[in-house]
């Protein structure tokens, strides 16, 4: 087993900590969004495509996360064999990584409890399928500040760059 | 830097960095664990109506709107509402296959069924009991078929294939009479039901002490099924299904009261509990000298101030109507206020079967105005409800 120092190890942790609980979030929030859509469509059968769509919309958050764990490996050194990273920056990596991980643990349940209101308001009406899709991309806002958040970390913490 | 923070660490009391992470990430870790599980909690118990409610609300986006029934009000005759229910899937399928008044119970009963599928566990005794009503319309039909000695073609066009007796049902038509009836019912929970009942009907010869048994039997353990709410859910399925057992009983005390009737006439026909007016006050309630009594016997409940506004309408006109109307406006209201506080929950459900029930009812309006000469299209919507 390869030497890992402190640092790598602080990173890896908020990669673990940013791609599972960005996935959690999307996960919960796709389940209660496909719930919702597979109703519909067991009612209509032309609402399949409408509640795919409405059914993908939260897996941007694990997007999210998924992108930052794999910058925090690769320039933590755990992939690539780069250079370690000193503790803060391992310190600095963990807050990039809760920071895009709650955010899209939050904003993935809202967005799929949205997704799912809105696919059963449009079977129910379905000159509703734009607003919809507004109501429901307006949760995606908390994951978008989570994940910008964790890019600056990244930056200015001297991870990337 | 890290000489700074391993500094802070070390006149903070702790021997190495790498304890002070370790006791660090326990914290966080216990706080990121409450967070989670706190946040999630609440998703999770939406998560069982996303189905069902994404179905009952397509359907509700098919209930007829004002403009629709104004269209089946201007019919000229039954030929022409069929052809119009002709045009809706879900009424098409049954038009053609039975007598019109049985197709839009078939549909209704049809709705029953869906929700006792798609409901979720916790609600889903009070569903399946409410299916059960087509049990007892059914067993009751073919009494009175077999009273009244109707054909087993004409019987049949009377009873709804739906709920638990459905497999049955030729066997009960085949019945000759009550005795045989309940020899048919055997292993359900109906015989000793209507066997209860026979020494009334055998004394009277009326078959109103059998409808009343059985109907009473329905709401009495509907009410039971959501009488213990485990949540926010069934506490509000229990106060829709309170709501009905509350209005079947005020409407029955009211209408018993107009027509004078005592204590003793109604008792048979009341359901010993209810949600807001419970068994007490029930006996209150009958025991009044007349609807006004029975009107201030309610003060303290929700039913007071609705059906006050209705007390100088009964007084010019003498007419219960109004109370019945306000009763039924009511529920609907409660139905409504429910599917709106409850959206993520069983709200839609309760809301759906609401709206569904009061477009058969309308329905069947238009389809009897229509039957039968003499009522004009605005007649007809002055009676819709």
């Known amino acids: 087993m390869a030497d890992i120092i402190l640092g790598t190890a602080l990173a890896a942790i908020g990669a673990g900590v940013a791609v599972g609980m960005a996935g959690l979030g999307s996960g919960i929030g796709q389940g209660i969004a496909a719930a919702g859509s597979v109703g519909a469509v067991a009612e209509d059968p032309d609402m399949f495509a409408r509640g795919l769509i409405f059914t993908a919309l939260p897996e941007t958050q694990a997007i999210y996360g998924f992108l930052i764990a794999i910058l925090l490996l690769v320039f933590s050194g755990l992939l690539g064999g780069g250079e370690g990273l000193s503790v803060t920056s391992g310190l600095v990596a963990i807050g990039a990584g809760a920071a895009v991980g709650f955010a899209g643990l939050g904003s993935g349940m809202g967005q799929g409890i949205t997704a799912s209101s809105a696919a059963g308001a449009v079977v129910e009406d379905p000159d509703m399928f734009a607003r919809g899709i507004i109501f429901t991309a307006i949760s995606e806002t908390q994951a978008i500040y989570g994940f910008l958040i964790a890019i600056l970390l990244l930056v200015f913490g001297g991870i990337l760059g | ?385």
Do not use: C
């Not at chain 2, 039975?98 to 006792?116: C, G, I, N």
């Not at chain 2, 077999?146 to 049902?169: A, M, N, Q």
């Not at chain 2, 009905?244 to 005390?253: A, E, F, L, M, R």
């Open chain 2, 1 to 385: 830097m890290a000489e700074d923070i391993t500094a802070i660490v070390t006149s903070m009391g702790f021997p190495s960095i790498e304890a002070f992470l370790a006791i660090m990430f326990g914290v966080l870790a216990v706080v990121a664990v409450i967070v989670v599980v706190s946040t999630i909690k609440p998703v999770l118990s939406m998560y069982p109506y996303t189905y069902p409610n994404a179905r009952v609300r397509a359907r509700k986006g098919r209930l007829f709107t004002e403009k629709q029934f104004s269209e089946i009000i201007e019919s000229q005759n039954i030929e022409e509402v069929k052809n119009y229910l002709r045009g809706f899937p879900d009424y098409a399928k049954y038009i053609d296959k039975y007598p019109l008044e049985k197709a839009l119970d078939v549909q209704l009963a049809e709705t029953y069924d869906l929700l006792a599928r798609i409901t979720p566990d916790n609600s889903k005794d009070a569903f399946d009991f409410l299916l059960k009503k087509w049990d007892i319309e059914n067993i009751k039909s073919i009494i009175i078929a077999k009273e009244v000695g109707l054909s087993r073609e004409e019987t049949l066009d009377l009873v709804i294939p739906f709920g638990e007796l459905s497999d049955r049902l030729d066997t009960l038509i085949d019945a000759d009479d009550i005795t045989e009836i309940i020899s048919a019912l055997e292993n359900t929970e109906y015989p000793q039901i209507v066997e209860d009942a026979i020494p009334v009907y055998q004394e009277t010869g009326l078959l109103l002490p059998i409808e009343a048994t059985l109907d009473k039997y329905l709401l009495k353990n509907l009410l039971r099924t959501v009488a213990t709410p485990e949540d926010d859910n069934t506490s509000l399925l229990h106060e829709y299904i309170g709501t009905i057992v509350d209005v079947n009983n005020i409407k029955t005390i009211i209408r018993a009261k107009s027509d004078g009737l005592r204590f003793e006439d109604i008792e048979p026909y009341i359901f010993s509990d209810g949600y807001q007016v419970r068994e007490w006050k029930l006996k209150d309630l009958m025991e009044s000298e007349d609807v006004n009594g029975v009107i201030s016997g309610l003060e303290g409940t929700d039913y007071a101030p609705v059906l006050s506004d209705s007390l100088s309408k009964y007084s010019e006109t003498g007419s219960i109507a109004s109370f019945e109307s306000t009763l039924d406006k009511y529920t609907h209201e409660t139905a409504n206020k429910i599917a709106l506080k409850n959206q993520f929950g069983i709200g839609p459900m309760i809301g759906f079967l609401n709206k569904k029930e009061k477009e058969i009812k309308n329905l069947k309006i238009i389809v009897r105005g229509k039957r039968e000469q003499g009522y004009s299209p605005t007649m007809i919507k002055e009676m819709l409800i």
